[in-house]
């Protein structure tokens, strides 16, 4: 590599592949000085620095401030600036790389399958590859060498060997980017996807809300006869698709999520978000669904958990309840009905109970009418303790 050359690569780098030209000359420099160094033996305070002419693009060595002339040196200067620039265009390379993809996280894009490597999926995407992990795919989908796929970029990082990729079609918003593909109303903001819950390769519900009262967010989904989400159910290989109308009426948005089943009543709990749900004898199979994947899915949907009931077990949970009730009322009335004594002292247990007695305090009237120094004659008995056990037996007392 002769020295001019070497300027106009390091020009054309800076051109091409945005590398500062800076950069690059403290790199060869640097290089340059490392390989000179085991070429000669300086002195121990000496450090050996290489210098580029930016005008002429000749290298010169210096140890300290000494010029070092070598037969050698222009050799290995020149291979070793060729190694430097060809390590920094494979840099850029990567770099160029990294951020193209980095900055496309969260979009849909498209490859050929080209091998399969321990479960993982790796794509052809041109510049590079990309890779789907096992646990990334749907289990019900198959794919051959060759094939066309799309799939959600996942993330990216660097690597070592290069800009790692990772897509995605198991992800939820898999699924979103392709009803934004093919639903105008979604991608232009008039209808909004406000929840999915997905069981990869089974079904997906989607909750869709009309921020345009003239639009039906339902119908701009499902398309003129079907044709737009079939167009996502085929890209999914047959994944079924639920579209349900979001409501602000959590009852309603409940209802809706676990169609088709016809709901019969609806018991909230709004400070655990929990919803008891009643539904006819003849709707308990198709509102808990397969495996319980309708109910699982609505309540990931909602972000509320729903317990479902028939009118039989919902009786007889009512029936429970009641019977709980009242034997927690019989518990409250016997406690009423009997005399309060030492023993229902908080913290207070038989050997305590004896050391009060031995002090002449034995009913809540006289301890209640105690001193704290009276109490705290007892060993180990503190003065707060003491305190607390007179206070309660004022309580007890009533």
Not at 263 to 268: D, N
């Given at each position: 590599?002769?020295?001019?050359?070497?300027?106009?690569?390091?020009?054309?780098?800076?051109?091409?592949?945005?590398?500062?030209?800076?950069?690059?000359?403290?790199?060869?420099?640097?290089?340059?000085?490392?390989?000179?160094?085991?070429?000669?033996?300086?002195?121990?305070?000496?450090?050996?620095?290489?210098?580029?002419?930016?005008?002429?693009?000749?290298?010169?060595?210096?140890?300290?401030?000494?010029?070092?002339?070598?037969?050698?040196?222009?050799?290995?200067?020149?291979?070793?600036?060729?190694?430097?620039?060809?390590?920094?265009?494979?840099?850029?390379?990567?770099?160029?790389?990294?951020?193209?993809?980095?900055?496309?996280?969260?979009?849909?894009?498209?490859?050929?399958?080209?091998?399969?490597?321990?479960?993982?999926?790796?794509?052809?995407?041109?510049?590079?590859?990309?890779?789907?992990?096992?646990?990334?795919?749907?289990?019900?989908?198959?794919?051959?060498?060759?094939?066309?796929?799309?799939?959600?970029?996942?993330?990216?990082?660097?690597?070592?060997?290069?800009?790692?990729?990772?897509?995605?079609?198991?992800?939820?918003?898999?699924?979103?980017?392709?009803?934004?593909?093919?639903?105008?109303?979604?991608?232009?903001?008039?209808?909004?996807?406000?929840?999915?819950?997905?069981?990869?390769?089974?079904?997906?519900?989607?909750?869709?809300?009309?921020?345009?009262?003239?639009?039906?967010?339902?119908?701009?989904?499902?398309?003129?006869?079907?044709?737009?989400?079939?167009?996502?159910?085929?890209?999914?290989?047959?994944?079924?698709?639920?579209?349900?109308?979001?409501?602000?009426?959590?009852?309603?948005?409940?209802?809706?999520?676990?169609?088709?089943?016809?709901?019969?009543?609806?018991?909230?709990?709004?400070?655990?978000?929990?919803?008891?749900?009643?539904?006819?004898?003849?709707?308990?199979?198709?509102?808990?669904g397969k495996h319980g994947q309708n109910v699982r899915l609505a309540?990931?949907?909602?972000?509320?958990?729903?317990?479902?009931?028939?009118?039989?077990?919902?009786?007889?949970?009512?029936?429970?309840?009641?019977?709980?009730?009242?034997?927690?009322?019989?518990?409250?009335?016997?406690?009423?009905?009997?005399?309060?004594?030492?023993?229902?002292?908080?913290?207070?247990?038989?050997?305590?109970?004896?050391?009060?007695?031995?002090?002449?305090?034995?009913?809540?009237?006289?301890?209640?009418?105690?001193?704290i120094e009276d109490l705290t004659q007892i060993k180990g008995l503190?003065?707060?303790?003491?305190?607390?056990?007179?206070?309660?037996?004022?309580?007890?007392?009533?």
């Open positions: 590599m002769e020295s001019s050359e070497l300027l106009g690569i390091l020009e054309q780098l800076e051109r091409d592949k945005g590398i500062q030209k800076e950069i690059l000359i403290e790199a060869v420099e640097a290089a340059v000085a490392s390989a000179a160094k085991k070429l000669w033996t300086v002195g121990k305070d000496d450090e050996v620095r290489v210098v580029l002419n930016t005008k002429t693009g000749k290298l010169t060595a210096y140890a300290g401030e000494q010029e070092i002339r070598s037969s050698e040196f222009g050799r290995i200067a020149a291979q070793t600036a060729k190694q430097v620039v060809i390590q920094k265009i494979r840099e850029a390379e990567k770099d160029v790389v990294f951020n193209e993809y980095h900055s496309r996280i969260g979009e849909i894009i498209s490859g050929g399958v080209y091998r399969f490597e321990k479960g993982n999926i790796i794509i052809d995407l041109g510049k590079t590859e990309a890779c789907i992990p096992k646990k990334e795919q749907s289990g019900k989908e198959e794919f051959r060498q060759g094939d066309r796929i799309r799939a959600y970029l996942l993330d990216v990082s660097r690597e070592s060997r290069g800009p790692q990729i990772i897509l995605s079609r198991a992800h939820p918003n898999f699924v979103k980017r392709l009803f934004e593909m093919e639903v105008p109303e979604i991608y232009e903001g008039i209808v909004e996807i406000k929840s999915i819950s997905r069981d990869v390769g089974e079904r997906t519900k989607v909750a869709v809300y009309s921020k345009d009262e003239k639009v039906d967010c339902v119908g701009a989904c499902v398309g003129m006869r079907g044709s737009r989400v079939k167009n996502i159910v085929s890209e999914l290989q047959g994944e079924k698709i639920d579209i349900v109308r979001y409501s602000s009426d959590i009852k309603e948005y409940i209802q809706a999520a676990l169609s088709p089943a016809e709901i019969s009543q609806i018991q909230l709990n709004f400070d655990d978000q929990k919803a008891n749900i009643i539904v006819a004898d003849d709707q308990l199979s198709l509102a808990i309540s990931k949907l909602v972000a509320w958990e729903l317990n479902l009931f028939s009118l039989e077990q919902w009786q007889k949970y009512q029936q429970e309840l009641e019977a709980q009730e009242e034997v927690e009322e019989k518990k409250i009335s016997g406690k009423k009905d009997r005399h309060a004594d030492l023993s229902d002292l908080a913290g207070v247990g038989d050997k305590l109970i004896a050391h009060l007695k031995e002090l002449g305090l034995d009913t809540l009237e006289k301890i209640s009418k105690a001193n503190g003065k707060i303790k003491a305190q607390k056990i007179i206070d309660e037996a004022k309580s007890l007392q009533g």
